[in-house]
């Protein structure tokens, strides 16, 4: 089983309210650094780890367990130790030891509105998580779900900050190499 202390390489959660660029920053990260990209509503989609559709909700209910299992073969496995990048919206659901960097990006208001209505949302998921950024629902999770240094709280309203971010990232990752020399 991988735990923090005997990884050859960290692993790296992107987390976030849906459009603050998780997808588009964890996939920079991944071909960086040459880590590997786990997209984890990809995986929930690729290997069904739904139970059922909750039809009030409009939305998939999360087999969470299967999805653990899933991600397990990646995550506690000698073969592959470290190196994984993951981007979900959510941070509470997995166990802490799996990662050494939980980083929450943060999106303005008006630039989540451009991103979420041209990606198709109805106003009503998108004010739904116009509120979910406005208050910080994800940066909270995550606060209270991994140790407070390793949580870290990024911009990313453009592209320019995109390109620091991902700097202090390599520069981060760099340190945490060394320092397991
Ligand atoms: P998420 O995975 O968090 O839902 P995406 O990575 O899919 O977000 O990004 C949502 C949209 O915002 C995409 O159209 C993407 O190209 C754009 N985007 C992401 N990050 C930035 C950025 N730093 N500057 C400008 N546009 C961005
Ligand atoms: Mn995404």
Not at 36 to 65: F, M, P, Q, R, W
Not at 67 to 74: F, R, V
Not at 99 to 115: H, K, N, Y
Not at 124 to 145: D, H, Q, T, W
Request: aromatic share 8%.
């Amino acid at each position: 089983m991988s735990s923090p202390d005997d990884r050859k390489r960290p692993n790296i959660l992107i987390t976030g309210t849906p459009g603050v660029g998780k997808t588009s920053f964890a996939s920079m990260i991944a071909e960086k650094l040459n880590m590997h990209h786990a997209n984890v509503g990809e995986v929930i989609k690729e290997k069904k780890c739904y139970l059922e559709y909750d039809e009030s909700l409009n939305t998939h209910v999360l087999d969470e367990d299967k999805l653990l299992d899933t991600l397990e073969i990646d995550f506690d496995t000698d073969k592959i130790s470290g190196g994984i990048v993951c981007d979900y919206h959510s941070s509470e659901l997995f166990p802490e030891r799996w990662f050494d960097l939980i980083l929450v990006l943060r999106t303005s208001t008006e630039v989540l509105f451009d991103r979420l209505t041209e990606r198709g949302y109805n106003e009503k998921k998108r004010n739904e998580n116009m509120e979910c950024e406005i208050m910080g629902i994800v940066l909270e999770e995550a606060k209270e779900s991994y140790a407070p240094e390793i949580v870290q709280e990024l911009t990313n309203n453009t592209i320019d900050e995109m390109d620091e971010n991902l700097a202090r990232v390599e520069a981060w990752y760099k340190q945490w190499m060394q320092e397991r020399e």
